[in-house]
Every structure is written in structure tokens, then in C-alpha cells.
């Protein structure tokens, strides 16, 4: 079945978001002038404000991984509740549709079945090899033509 891998990233400390904290926390000092000392003393430093946001960051790195595999897991099933032959054809579709291969683009896919807007016979799209992304590699008339 077309997968396509999810990037990780990793939180970035630049100059230029630390640039923009201190923008941030003028403009907070600023809107209230006769208290400007004490909002600045109970603001956090640059430091912990970048620590906080790596470490926010990272949670929801995990939380997103997390929510794609459900929807991955979701697909499978969804997929494994049809018939053998249906389940076939579906998944011989889904590695030719003209979609990202993103969990949320097969359910999407498998809905629209599943309500009657197309059926096997008549797919929204012609087969041909498709990249992860999605991209058409060459479209051919037959079902043969996708070896997904």
C-alpha cells in the first residue's frame, strides 16, 4: 500500500525567534508603562521561554505521530471490513490514485466508496503509477497499468 514517510523536525533556537521574544515582551512592557517594571520581572527568560517551546515542540511531534498511526491503523481496518475482492480492487486503486499518500487521503477515499459516490467499476480516476506525493508517473488506459 503507498506510504509516505513522515519528516521528523526538530526545534530550531535561532536569533531571529529569540529577536522576536524580546519584540514580544517590549510590546507586553509597553502597553502598560507605569508597570513595565514589574511585567518585566515576572517575565520568563530567553533561555527558559526556548527551552519551553523545544520541549512543547517535541510533545507534539509525538502527539501528531500518534494521531497519523491511529489514522493509518484506522484505514487497514477499513479496508480489512470490505470483501476480499473489494478490498483488492480498493487497495490496487489507492496505490494508483492521483492523492498523497497520507492516511487522512485514503479514509477520505474509502468514505467515498462507502457512501456510493463511485464504485469499482467506475473509479474517480484513471490507474497509473502514482509517486507518494501523488504525482502521476504515466497514465495508461488499463488496469494493468498501476503495478502498485
Not at 509517486?131 to 504515466?138: A, I, L, S, W
Request: hydrophobic letters at 35%.
Amino acid at each position: 500500500m503507498r506510504f509516505k514517510r513522515w519528516p521528523r523536525f526538530v526545534f530550531e533556537d535561532t536569533p531571529r525567534k529569540r529577536a522576536a521574544l524580546r519584540r514580544k515582551q517590549q510590546k507586553e512592557r509597553d502597553a502598560f508603562p507605569l508597570l513595565a517594571e514589574q511585567i518585566a520581572e515576572s517575565q520568563p527568560s530567553e533561555d527558559e521561554v526556548m527551552l519551553a517551546r523545544a520541549a512543547a515542540w517535541e510533545q507534539q511531534e509525538i502527539r501528531d505521530r500518534n494521531r497519523r498511526a491511529r489514522k493509518w491503523k484506522e484505514a487497514r481496518s477499513r479496508i480489512a471490513s470490505f470483501s476480499s475482492n473489494e478490498a483488492a480492487v480498493l487497495r490496487h486503486a489507492w496505490n494508483c490514485a492521483p492523492y498523497p499518500a497520507d492516511p487522512v487521503y485514503l479514509l477520505d477515499f474509502l468514505h467515498r466508496y462507502s457512501v456510493g459516490r463511485f464504485t469499482l467499476d467506475t473509479l474517480p480516476f484513471d490507474l497509473a503509477r502514482t509517486d507518494p506525493h501523488g504525482r502521476r508517473q504515466c497514465i495508461r488506459e488499463t488496469s494493468e497499468a498501476c503495478d502498485g
